[in-house]
Structure formats: structure tokens, C-alpha cells
């Protein structure tokens, strides 16, 4: 009796553990596909950039680096606002630079300063 109870144990932790590996395995599997289809990496060169470019349309100017369609070059947004402040530096030039600290305006105060090789 203690046998066929210890047998019966083992057995389920057996299953257990392969019930186990099958769904984590089986769970990535599924996050790859979606739809039915797999989710595939972009292109490790810039082909989907230029597939993008080309696609997109503008009456205006088109920001190389967002693709978003303005009047003037530096009206272009930021790619990560969230992290970066956008700084125009004179004739129409903008740069986006990571946000320089907890105060408002300091990247645009460190890149005046680096202008003018302050820093």
C-alpha cells in the first residue's frame, strides 16, 4: 500500500513538472505569435526606415529623424519628449537633447553654456 501511494506521488509530480515546462514553453510560444503570425524583429539596417520615408507623405518638410510633417525644420518634434527637451539654436536649427536636471529650461542653459565652451 505505502508503495503504490509512493508510486502515485511520483507520478503526479512527474506531471506536475512537465505540466509545468509545458506552459512556460508553451506561454513564449504564444507571446511570439500573434494572430497567428510571428512577431518579427525589424530590419538590423535601415531598409524599414527607408520603406517608412518613402511611404510617407508631407506637403511641408519632413523631419528625417520622426517622420512628422511640419512647416519649418525646426518645428520638428522631439523623437522621446518624455526625455528629451527640444532646443533651437539659431536659423532654424533644433536640437533634442536628454533633459539636463530637475529644473525647468536647464538643457537649454547647459547647451548655451557649451556654446559658448563654458563647459
Not at 17 to 34: K, L, R
Not at 50 to 64: E, I, V
Request: aromatic letters at 10%.
Amino acid at each position: 500500500m505505502n508503495r503504490l501511494i509512493l508510486f502515485a506521488t511520483l507520478i503526479v509530480s512527474v506531471s506536475a513538472q512537465f505540466q509545468f515546462f509545458d506552459q512556460f514553453f508553451g506561454s513564449q510560444q504564444q507571446q511570439q505569435q500573434q494572430g497567428g503570425q510571428e512577431q518579427r524583429n525589424v530590419a538590423s539596417d535601415s531598409s524599414w526606415f527607408q520603406q517608412n520615408w518613402q511611404q510617407a507623405t508631407c506637403s511641408n518638410y519632413l523631419c528625417p529623424d520622426t517622420l512628422a510633417c511640419v512647416h519649418f525644420p525646426h518645428h520638428c518634434p522631439c523623437a522621446f519628449p518624455e526625455v528629451e527637451d527640444k532646443v533651437e539654436i539659431g536659423e532654424g536649427i533644433r536640437v533634442c537633447a536628454s533633459k539636463g536636471g530637475f529644473k525647468e529650461g536647464e538643457t537649454r542653459r547647459k547647451i548655451e553654456l557649451a556654446r559658448k565652451g563654458l563647459i
